[in-house]
């Protein structure tokens, strides 16, 4: 009878155990998904800004060349 109250509250923690491991796990992954997804947008949108100064100053200097 004891070792089957001991086996049965083994189970049921180990299975607790592992389900909470388990959200706990997917709740991490899916921040760390979103974290990285947010962070790949911010520089997209970071590197579209910094190109298009590039394009601005090419077209300043090279209008600054031909007049001058």
Do not use: C, P
Request: no cysteine.
């Amino acid at each position: 009878m004891l070792r089957t109250r001991i086996l049965w509250f083994t189970l049921g923690f180990g299975t607790t155990s592992t389900a909470i491991s388990h959200f706990v796990w997917k709740d991490l992954w899916v921040d760390r998904h979103h974290l990285s997804l947010d962070m790949k947008r911010k520089f997209d949108v970071l590197d579209g800004r910094v190109s298009n100064l590039e394009s601005i100053l090419n077209q300043n200097s090279t209008s600054d060349q031909a007049e001058g």
